[in-house]
Structures are given as structure tokens and as C-alpha cells.
């Protein structure tokens, strides 16, 4: 039997990992557009 611990902590951590690279691919898609318009 698991722990909530042990249970609640991957989850914690893919839940972190998934919002990091969804900001990191939010921002390299606004640097892109930036790019396409000004540059």
C-alpha cells in the first residue's frame, strides 16, 4: 500500500514539469511572433 507521500510527490512533480514547459513553449512562441512582426 502507498503512501499519500509517495503518491501525491511524481504527481507533484510531472504537474511542475508541465507547467515549466508550457511557459517555456508560451514564451518561445511570443519570442517567434515578436520575431515575425518585428524582425
Given at each position: 500500500?502507498?503512501?499519500?507521500?509517495?503518491l501525491?510527490?511524481?504527481?507533484?512533480?510531472?504537474?511542475?514539469?508541465?507547467?515549466?514547459?508550457?511557459?517555456?513553449?508560451?514564451?518561445?512562441?511570443?519570442?517567434?511572433?515578436?520575431?515575425?512582426?518585428?524582425g
Amino acid at each position: 500500500m502507498y503512501s499519500l507521500s509517495e503518491l501525491s510527490m511524481p504527481y507533484i512533480t510531472v504537474r511542475f514539469a508541465y507547467i515549466f514547459l508550457h511557459f517555456i513553449t508560451t514564451n518561445a512562441a511570443n519570442n517567434i511572433d515578436l520575431q515575425v512582426v518585428f524582425g
